[in-house]
Structures are given as C-alpha cells and as structure tokens.
C-alpha cells in the first residue's frame, strides 16, 4: 500500500513546494478542486479524490471527501494489526499526512456584520464540513497521521523530514493542538453568527453585538515575567476570534520586556491619547499615564509644547510614567523626555538622532505605534471574569459633541471654554471614578482620581493644581458622572474653577443648577456618564 498525503486548502501559500518535498519522499498526493488544480499547474502529480475513492463529488461539491477511503486511511492505527488488516482488506491506503485549512468564514461573517445584514443563505456554502472532518480526524489519529493547518509550518515540516526522516511526537503533538484550536475558533464563529442571526430575526431591535452564544478563542503570545505583583504569574493572549488583535498597530523598537503592568497602563495611555487626537488635530496631543490614571494631557501646536504642558501638570507623579506623543520626535523631545525615568514610550514618529537617544536607555521600551490606524480599528469589547461569570461590554464610546446647546445655565460659554470644557471632559472619561479634571487652556492642571467621595475628588484635584503652581482662576472642571448634591460645585468655585461639565441626572439637579447660576458659572449637562472602574 502506497504512503498517501491529502491537500485541501483554502490558502495555498507555500502549497507547491511543500507537496514537491513530500513528493520526493515517495509520498503519492491525493487533492480535490482548486488545490487539485494549483498543484497540477505547479508541476505536482496529484490523484484526484474521486479517482481514489471511486465515487464522485456530489451535491455541488457538498460532499467529496467524507468516504470510508479517506476515514479509515486517516483514523487507523498502524500499530494495531487489526486495523492494518482491515485497510488492506478493503483496499485503503495509510494516509500520513493531512493538510487543510478552512473556508475563511469569521472574514465572511466580519464583512456581513459591518454591512448590517441580518440573513445571508449564501454563507452556509463557506461552511467547511470536510475540511474539517478530514483534519480533526488526523489530529486525533497525529500518533500516526501529521496534521498541519498552517502554511506558516511547511518548512519545520520538511526540514524536520530530512534530518530525521520523520516528524517526532513532540511536533505531532503540538500540530495537533493547533488544529484543534483552528477548529474551536471556526466552530465558535459559526455558533456565533447562527445564535445572533436567529436572535436578530426574533427581535430587530436586538443589539448585534451581544449574540446568544459568545466564544473567546485566545492564542498565547508570550510568557510574562510575573503578573501586577511579582507572586503572580501572567501570560499575554491575542483575540484570535472574529475581531483579533493586530500587533502591527504597534512595534517595540527596544527595552526591556514590557511587564504586566506595562501593557495595561499603554492600553491606558492610548485610550486617552486617541480620543484627545481624534478630537483635537491637526494639533500635537501629549499624555502622561500612571497606574492607569491620567497625571498630565495637553494640546498644543508643537509636540514638545504638548509634552512640557502635559508633564507639568504632576513632574512629581510623572516620574517612572507612560507618555504618549504625537508628531515626529526630534533630538529635543527625546532629550525633554528623557531627563527623568520613564517606562514606556509611545511616538508614531521619531527623528534619527533622537532614536540614538532613545537608545542610550536601554531599559526605556519604545514603541512605535500608527496612530491613524488606531483610530480606524473597532478594538471594542471590555471582558471581565466575575467568579464563574464573564461580562463583556462595548468599551466606552467616543465622548458626545460638546456645544451650548448642552448648557443649563444662564450664561453662556465662550468658544475657548467650550473647547477647555471638551477637553476636560474627554480627560475625565479616562480617569479612574471618582473623578474631578481641572482643566486650563487645553492642559490638565489638576487630577483627583479614584475617590470614594466626588467632594473629595474636587479638593485633590485642587491641591494638585496648586502644588505645581497652577492659577485656579478661570479654570474648567469635568465630572465623571453627575453631582448629587451642590457641594463639590462651591467647593471647585471657591477655588476658582468658572466652568463645569457633568452628566447630570441626579435629583438634585436643580439645587446644582441654582447654585452655579447664583455663582455666574457655566456648566453643560452632557446626559452621558463615564464611570470607570
């Protein structure tokens, strides 16, 4: 009985070569449709499926593979005699080697659900069954069989062949786990899109993104070296469902291994970042995160005017922080940042002399990141694991337009204040509740973070204005959700705070309106919290 190898796959990268090899190992190569087709014109000789089985494709190429040739080739074991037997009894030839990958359905799905289409018949035909039938049986059988679904694996394969002249368990092991994985994760868009389809027919009004049935898929990217604390040990995963992660939004140019806390406090970093660039360009945008928690944001027209009005907010609290900046980086920026330790970081763009800079730290992680594309990408969902439980959220939507529509006061806010009030308020939606943002000129000037008490919050923000020489007066302040009562209100304008923007929404919201009226203060009621917890 000859040795045989099946190919059928939707991506063909790397095909021809990698049949050629196992070709040249008196592997005979048995394939259907297109892939038949892309080995023939490569020069491979490939057997047809139905010639092997004798019976042809039926349905529309529905079914072509699912026949007891091709299972009992796959699932028997060599080292039973019985089965062996069996094979030779009915004519079936061992099979070695199993590659396949699928119809690429999440992509499909992706596509319809960005288009907003509730029922598509047609994807059903992008449903692979004996794509994946053929491969899940050759991982179950990989004691005997080589199951491979990514191209990316050809080489290690075939080099592997030659030096040893076969593929030792460890490797079997491990292709058989990356199929059983590709496998979940297509089965897991499949139920996805059937659950939500069917929900979305019951009920228009359904939002799409909370399908019955949720699967998270996740593929281990690297080891950490410990977790938020050293006794903790941690891993980083990439989403390798429908809307994965995509790390070419993001390179890191040098530095040490970015830790645990590195990686929450950049997500940090680039929430705030991105919404202050969305809003505010084509001017530069600088942010300084600690601990999650916004200690200086700034706009200004220069990028080193942006970074030295953002860290002057808290130069104390900066220390050993996460910045972000956008513009390209000169010598004199790399230089303005690098006067006291910093972690992590995140330019788009950076001068020749000033990545010299750069390295001269070597601990110092750089990270180059495309802005633009951050903005583009739906990155979206906050999942979070309660006990036995798992909430998933959309993250925090894009903070509402701020206008003097939105004013309940009797006076009426400058364009320049709107603008402070707008900043303020995007600033605030990134700081941990409860929350007060000081604001002055597009720059925070006076952070309270975390706070049990709002009041609190406002007499923290305060200190820290006036601990690094801020003038209160004339300032703006941003709440994160609404003021119950009047007293965080007097105690901001007491300090001179002549702006505020808050949710409103309390039962109190007369008392606080009386009030910044009886005091000749602006305030918005945007109608939208922004709790962070």
Sequence with gaps: MSKLAILSVFDKTGLVPFAKALAEMDISILSTGGTAKHLTDGGIKVRSISDYTGHPEILDGRVKSLHPKIHGGILARKDLKDDMSTLEQHQISPVEFVVV???????????????????????????????PTMIRAAAKNSRFVVPVCDPDDYPRIVDELKENGAISGKTRSE??????????????????????????????SSPRKFAPFESLTLEREQNL??????????????????????????????????????LVDMQGALDLFIELYDNFSPKN??????????????VRESSIEAFRAAKQCDPVIAFGGIIAVSGKVDEKLAADILEQFVEVVLVEDFSDEAKALFAKKKNVRLIKCDFKRMLEKNLAQVVKVIGDRVLIQDDDPTCCKLSSDLKVTKSEPSEDVLEDLKFAWIVAKYVKSNTIV????????????????????????????????????????????????PDTLEVLNDSGVAALVQPGGSVKDELVINAANERGMDMLLTGERHFRH
């Design 101 to 131: 990958n699928l119809y690429p359905f999440t992509q499909k799905v992706a596509e319809i659900e960005a288009a907003g289409v509730v029922d598509h018949p047609s994807l059903v035909e992008d449903i692979d069954i004996g794509g």
């Design 225 to 262: 070296r410990y977790g938020e604390n050293p006794h903790q040990k941690a891993a980083l995963y990439r989403h390798s469902g429908l809307s994965g992660s995509d790390n070419a939004l993001w390179e890191k140019l040098q530095g040490k291994e970015l830790s645990y806390n590195n």
């Design 438 to 485: 000081i604001a002055k000129d597009q720059q925070a000037i006076g952070v309270g973070a975390g706070q049990m008490s709002r009041v609190d919050a406002a007499r923290i923000a305060i200190e820290r204005a006036k601990l690094h020489g801020f003038e209160v007066k004339d300032s703006v302040a941003a709440s994160d959700a609404f003021l119950p009562f």
């Design 285 to 298: 945008v600088a942010v300084v995160i600690k601990h999650t928690n916004p200690c200086g944001a700034a």
């Design 175 to 204: 292709l058989a786990a990356k199929v059983f994985a590709m496998t979940a994760r297509y089965d897991a868009a499949i139920a996805r899109y059937f659950s939500l389809n069917e929900k979305l027919l019951e009920d228009d």
